[in-house]
């Protein structure tokens, strides 16, 4: 909803749970009145600071100046010394900015070719369309609000209708400025295989960024940061969260300035960016998210895991579950036919329903080493192709899968032989080769052609239902052999808007076709592979302990239903952990439950229990899928403490308590369940009746264990009334 005193050009925006009133002031500064509770009316209790303060910039006929005013945007140059978001510069090198205010509308609009928030009947929106007369360029904030949650989305549009070119150095697509002095930082890094480790900083008076210049948006640093209450726990606590839906290089700074208020900003890295705008072009920013709420840790999550099952994800795994056998672990690159041949039969009968050949598949393909980027089959290993698997996993009753690296390259292929300047590379130097490939240069119009026809083509050949996508490499050196020398410094952002444009495509020619997201496990876990793919491989860490962790951690802002989580061998293939069977599938049920180790090797009555589980996960797969789940401790980096995720969907809850390691004191402990119905009693693993505000408050008694990272799962459902 939106309120609109045109005299004074105030702007409420508002839905049920929160509200931001923005002032434009001076007809230039767009100024944060309030963010927050949402609030009946504004009437402006917290008045403007009109003082100019020491060093502040300002013009004769201003009575405000650019230091000390909370701002929804800011110029470089312009007398703002803080972090600004914009820095653009006219045709002579000379600084824009303090753009006057021309209008505003409530025009539904979305960023294009990039992904955005769905559902767009439940929202509210609000463009404020500002202008530089000199150059004639117009800077659009757009601001949109959904009616069903404390979230916004921000982002930004720069028109140019002047004659001559602007050059965009840096352009934010959200700010965020609060006068709060005493709050700390959340974000979340992680490297390969320790993907999503959480860190809470204290904020000076300085700056901090979280960010990403590798071509892609993490694992080493994730597009998310929150500003949070001192004190927060998992209930209580004030905060300001935000994400980006964005797949490469991101920016996410913090200040805290000289009057120890905070700003807040995120966009796409400026460091890789510099955009010459011609003429009648455009050029949008993706759209970030903030949420704003008082109940602490479990508050964001909840809210972003809600906001994202309703505004982000496709959900097309709502109602039957997948589950697959992926031959990664049970046979790297050895796959072959006779292999899935004697896998497949074993895997039905179990309950398993996808069957996925991971890497190895294709011609010359043995290690590391082989031909990426033509995609044809290894007529050794398959020497009926791929056509019979196919078919053979259609006649089980299963769906079939197979895992591609798309983006990526050898130099011995035959692509690479043909099209030497498709890869992001420089000509004149040696190839930077990671994991033994280069990169496609994806900004390029025919390599997204290419990639769009050869992906869809081995879909239709081989009736594939599934494509792992994954890849496998960062970039380095970012370079479109195709592109002019001014050019190079969009070609991070081509690259992504590209990969988009390809997956758009890809899910349009093939509707029914599944997509999981891969990047090295994590290493590209964020909004906008989410809009396009099905679920994700979080970790290449397969050790069920450490992935319930990560998973613990990822909860923060992803639901459930995202997350890849597969049975493994013991020990573990990279951490050689050994865990029990009935551990490491109690574990891997928490997410997108599957199985990634060789079935020979399983005995009768190991078959036999992984087909108990698959029916139980398969019965509670509303739950442990659709519902949300919550983290029972707070976020902690500590390995050797226990972790508890509370499930909850409709009438049905299940706790699922990773011990963590052992303890030499044997006491029970008490874990209060927080989040049951006051009014209700349910029932504790279907035999006995306690009252929800029991469980919430005297909780469960978690007995003392022996031995190190064991787990247990209790499942509570509500008592009917009659
Ligand atoms: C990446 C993925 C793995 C597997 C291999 C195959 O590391 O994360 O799951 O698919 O590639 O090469």
């Known amino acids: ?6 005299n004074n050009h105030i702007f409420h925006l508002f839905n049920e749970k929160i509200s931001l009133v923005i002032q434009i002031l001076d007809n230039h500064f767009v100024v944060n009145r309030y963010f927050g509770r949402r609030i009946p009316f504004f009437a402006g209790s917290n008045t403007l600071d009109d003082v100019h303060h020491a ?9 405000y100046s650019a230091t000390n005013l909370s701002l929804e945007y800011s110029y470089e140059n312009f007398g703002d010394y803080r972090i600004t978001s914009s820095s653009i510069r006219d045709v002579n090198g000379y600084p824009i900015g ?6 505003y509308d409530t025009t539904p609009i979305f960023p294009k070719g990039m992904p955005h928030v769905r559902n767009n009947e439940d929202t509210t929106y609000l463009n404020l369309e500002l202008t530089d007369k000199e150059t004639k360029t117009n800077l659009i904030l757009h601001y949109l609000l959904v009616n069903d949650a404390p979230i916004l989305t921000k982002w930004v549009t720069m028109k140019n209708q002047g004659d001559r070119p602007v050059t965009i150095d840096k352009l934010d697509s959200l700010q965020v400025d609060i006068s709060r002095d005493d709050y700390k930082l959340l974000s979340f890094s992680g490297a390969h295989a320790k993907e999503f480790q959480p860190q809470i900083t204290q904020i000076e008076n300085n700056i901090q960024e979280i960010s990403s210049n590798r071509g892609v948006s993490s694992p080493q640093h994730q597009p998310f940061v929150a500003l949070i209450d001192k004190d927060t726990s998992l209930d209580y606590g004030e905060y300001y969260a935000s994400s980006f839906i964005w ?3 991101f920016k996410a700074q913090v200040e805290k300035d000289q009057y120890n208020h905070l700003r807040m900003t995120m966009g796409v890295n400026a460091d890789t960016l510099k955009w010459e705008l011609s003429p009648k072009e455009t050029f949008e920013t993706p759209q970030a998210i903030i949420c704003y709420g008082k109940n602490g840790l479990n508050g964001i999550s909840k809210n972003f895991q809600t906001f994202f099952k309703k505004h982000l994800l496709e959900n097309r795994l709502v109602k039957s579950p997948l589950i697959p056998l992926n031959t990664w672990e049970a046979s790297y690159f050895g796959v072959n036919a006779d292999l899935c041949k004697e896998l497949m039969p074993k895997a039905a009968e179990t309950g398993i329903n996808l069957f996925v050949i991971d890497d190895g598949w294709f011609i010359n393909r043995n290690s ?6 033509d995609w044809k089959i290894d007529k050794e290993k398959f020497p009926n192709g791929l056509e019979e698997i196919s078919r053979l996993a259609h006649t089980n009753n299963m769906k079939f899968g197979l895992w591609i690296e798309p983006e990526m ?27 033994n490939q280069l990169i496609l240069d994806l900004s390029n119009n025919k390599v997204q052609k290419y990639l769009i026809e050869t992906i869809s083509n081995l879909v239709k050949e081989n009736h594939i239902d599934y494509i792992k996508w994954d890849f496998n490499r960062q970039f380095a050196p970012t370079i479109s052999q195709t592109a002019g020398s001014t050019e190079q410094e969009t070609v991070d952002f081509k690259y992504i808007k590209g990969l988009y444009h390809v997956l758009e495509r890809i899910r349009k020619i093939n ?5 999981e997201n891969c990047a090295s496990g994590g290493g590209r876990v964020d ?8 679920q994700t491989w979080i970790s290449d860490l397969t050790d069920s302990v450490s992935r319930f962790r990560i998973i613990s951690n990822m909860l923060m802002l992803y639901p459930l239903s995202v997350f890849s989580s597969h049975l493994s061998k013991s020990p573990n293939e990279q951490d050689g952990r050994m865990l029990p069977l009935n551990t490491r599938l109690l574990l891997s049920g928490i997410g997108s439950f599957g199985v990634e180790l060789n079935l020979n090797e399983f005995n009768a009555t190991e078959l036999k229990k992984l087909k108990r589980f698959i029916k139980e996960y398969k019965t509670n797969y509303n739950l442990v899928h659709n519902g949300i789940a919550l983290n029972m401790f707070c976020l902690t980096k500590d390995e050797t403490k226990p972790i508890a995720i509370l499930l909850s969907k409709e009438n049905k809850y299940s706790l699922i308590y990773s011990y963590g390691k052992t303890d030499s004191v044997n006491i029970p402990k008490y874990l209060p369940l927080r989040y049951l119905e006051e009014n209700k009693n349910y029932l504790l693993n279907g035999s006995q009746e306690i009252s929800g505000v029991e469980l919430n408050d005297a909780g469960l008694t978690i007995e003392p264990i022996k031995g190190d990272y064991q787990v247990k799962k209790w499942d509570v459902a509500e008592i009917k009334q009659k």
């Open 98 to 103: 303090n753009y006057e205010f021309l209008s």
């Open 247 to 249: 797949s490469g290089d």
């Open 55 to 63: 060093f502040s910039v300002f013009q004769d006929d201003d009575r």
């Open 1 to 6: 909803m939106l309120k609109v005193d045109e």
């Open 527 to 534: 909004p906008g592979m989410l809009y396009y793919t099905d």
């Open 368 to 373: 590391e080493k082989g031909q990426l980027g």
């Open 409 to 435: 390259i050898t130099t011995n292929s035959d692509l690479f032989k043909k099209h030497p300047d498709w890869v992001m590379n420089n000509p004149k130097r040696p190839h930077l080769l990671s994991r």
């Open 511 to 515: 509707p029914d076709l599944i997509i």
